[in-house]
């Protein structure tokens, strides 16, 4: 099994900044990869970045060059530094950890992008 608990969310002005962290504990070794995925209201969940355990990291094109995911595997977390953002970033952050156990998602956490 695995846990994770996301935290940093809030409310910001457009143009600003943000910074997600999702904190992995239980069985770290079977993790393959993290994602941050998000959902704005009347939307499906979608994909926005992902690291793998080896590194390798992929983003939606809606936020390429303007977010950033990044990984401490000293203190098992994965950020996601949000730059330049948008009211249509606006919705609900969701962590995700891909394991040997299967799918593994955190509560969420809102981030409010005003105009």
């Known amino acids: 099994q695995v846990q994770v608990v996301e935290s940093g969310g809030g409310l910001v002005q457009a143009g600003g900044s943000l910074r997600l962290s999702c904190v992995a504990s239980g069985s770290i070794f079977s993790i393959n990869a993290v994602g941050w995925y998000r959902q704005a209201p009347g939307k499906q969940r979608e994909l926005v970045a992902v690291i793998t355990s080896g590194g390798t990291t992929n983003y939606a094109d809606s936020v390429k060059g303007r977010f950033t995911i990044s990984r401490d595997n000293g203190k098992n977390t994965v950020h996601l530094q949000m730059n330049s953002l948008k009211p249509e970033d606006t919705a609900v952050y969701y962590c995700?950890?891909?394991?040997?156990?299967?799918?593994?998602w955190g509560q969420g956490t809102q981030v409010t992008v005003s105009s």
């Open positions: 995700n950890a891909n394991s040997q156990y299967g799918n593994f």
